[in-house]
């Protein structure tokens, strides 16, 4: 079953912006947090950036300064990417997570790729 989709990759030039959606109606649980991860070709997946329920946001390193975690609506939040890297170029996860009942719900994901 569905319960995340991502959308929004795509290609393009180092030094561009691109935004990410996930949309995550069929989730009817209370969610304790989402994030944004990310997987290069090779690589083991990466925490990007998480949102709260309070709306607390969390950058990694990598992108702080560039990249932004926001809420569109109750059930949508973004990931704005800008001055994008090649070392950017990654399959893009949505997680969302709770708490009594324990659940970790993820996306299938949206490819991204940096290039000139």
């Known amino acids: 079953q569905v319960y995340l989709e991502e959308s929004g990759g795509g290609l393009l030039q180092p030094g561009g912006s691109l935004r990410l959606s996930c949309a995550f109606p069929w989730i009817s649980l209370p969610i304790w947090g989402l994030g944004w991860y990310r997987q290069a070709p090779g690589k083991e997946r990466e925490l990007v950036g998480t949102?709260?329920?309070?709306?607390?946001t969390n950058l990694s390193d990598s992108v702080k300064g560039r990249f932004t975690v926001s809420r569109a609506s109750a059930k949508v939040i973004y990931l704005q990417m800008n001055d994008l890297k090649p070392d950017d170029t990654a399959v893009y996860f949505c997680?969302?997570?709770?708490?009594?009942?324990?659940?970790?719900?993820w996306g299938q994901g949206t490819q991204v790729t940096v290039s000139s």
């Open positions: 997680n969302a997570w709770g708490r009594d009942p324990d659940f970790d719900y």
């Open positions: 949102i709260s329920r309070s709306g607390t």
